[in-house]
């Protein structure tokens, strides 16, 4: 490994790294609105509601992304449906971390104590107006350290859609290699790169976490908030 | 003002109300009426049944038979089916206030915006308006300096003081009382007692589930004292409490009495 080589591959991985950041964007935007709408789908009172909503959720929990990534790139084609490939790996993710952040979403939902429903409705504010300004301004809080962590491991996911041909990272990193058989100095500033991206989130999600406790007493021990208990990290971690 | 008040009056009626949680009746059948202004406590052992009469009043609790009207609407019917509630629910609701016993503050919000939210957004009343009458409440209750903390930086008897100024901000006919000083010491116990007592001489009628004895004495003129979900005695207060005329009652204070 010379530092000539680090840098020479430097711009291509860059310009790769762009692509995964600009696709990692676009997918939690999309995810986040539609994952918070799946949740309260998931907390309706209609079981018809619940029911199709729940069985998306589980499907995507259970099945790993990488078949579904080819399953829509390759399958749906089958069927009449072909989507270029930078849009089948935007909608391929959106779908897959929409059913993921539902949960967090759910959860975070659920962690609102009761009461303090009881409290806005007792004031004489509607459902919608509690929803509106007690319950999701705290869920959003509870959530928004476990989102920087689903946003970290998107980040590092995205290395899956080299497999359908998009331009991102790993991509340009496996035909740089395949070129230049340098696989250790070119894998090795992959890795460096997705660290240098993915740490800081981290240590982001870390303060988020601890400021929103403070602020919300959540994790205190005063047994009148219901304890919270979130299971953050990547699929496959056991969370659930 | 975005919502007219429908209710006018503090009256409180309850008749024949009968609720029971998963086929374990709790309240068996209540008659009750209050006039506007009177200060009732409600007095039991513990599964008597009255905070879920009290939170019946505002409709968090849902009753299976008979009615409870306030200032002459309806709050719950149960003739109208399974559910009772009112639709004009959230709007008699701005008329009945309520203080838990858990305070209840919105934890993501500043003491100010606690007693402003509700204040501009169901009643529509401007920004400075709502800011002025919280102002002016926190005075009252001796908090103005913490208008700007939030809550979890304020002591359990500085919150829950700040919950009854939240309330009052609605100008309620009805404040229900919900043992709101059980969690706390005896210290903060007298400060939030003591702006009960100055709340109760504002002609508001008042229903108070608390087991500080000498408080409801003192304060209340009408003492109601439930056992398994029924009405076991109800007289004015002074004499429910120097001349019981009920069993139940008598073994209740004897035994509260010796502790306090």
Known sequence: ?240 | MKNEALIHDGTVSFKGVWKDFGGVPVLRGIDLDIASGEILALLGQSGSGKTTLLRCVNGLEVIQKGTIEVGGEFIQDSAKGKNSLSSDIAQIRQSIGIVFQQFNLFPHMTVMENICVAQIKVLGRSEEIARDRARSLLDRVGLLEKAESRPLQLSGGQQQRVAIARTLAMDPRVLLLDEVTSSLDPQMTNDVLRVIGDVAKDGITLIVVTHEMGFARHVANRAVFMHEGVVAEDAPAKELFENPQNENTKKFLAAVLSHQ
């Open chain 1, 1 to 240: 490994m010379t530092w000539a080589d680090l840098i020479d591959f430097l711009p291509t991985l860059l310009h790769g790294l762009a692509y995964s950041l600009g696709i990692s964007a676009v997918v939690i935007v999309f995810s986040i609105i539609a994952g918070v709408c799946v949740a309260f789908m998931r907390v309706s009172r209609f079981r018809s509601v619940r029911g199709p909503v729940l069985a998306y959720v589980e499907f995507i929990r259970c099945t790993p992304a990488l078949v579904q990534l080819y399953y829509i790139f390759y399958v749906l084609p089958i069927f009449g449906l072909t989507l270029e490939a930078l849009t089948a790996g935007i909608v391929g993710f959106t779908i897959i971390y929409t059913a993921y952040l539902s949960e967090v979403f759910r959860a975070a939902i659920n962690s609102v104590a009761k009461t303090q429903i009881e409290a806005a409705i007792s004031l004489g504010m509607s459902n919608q107006q509690a929803r509106r300004l007690v319950i999701i301004p705290q869920a959003a809080r509870v959530a928004l350290p476990p989102t920087v962590n689903y946003l970290l491991s998107l980040i590092k996911d995205t290395s899956l859609l080299s497999i359908i041909t998009i331009q991102e990272i790993m991509f340009r990193g496996l035909i740089l290699a395949s070129q230049t058989f340098k696989y250790f100095t070119i894998l090795t500033e992959v890795a460096f790169l997705y660290f240098c991206v993915c740490f800081p989130l981290t240590i982001l999600a870390r303060r988020l976490e601890a400021k929103f406790e403070r602020e919300l007493g959540y994790g205190k021990s005063n047994g009148e908030k219901k304890k919270n208990f979130f299971a953050v990290g990547p699929w496959g971690a056991s969370k659930s």
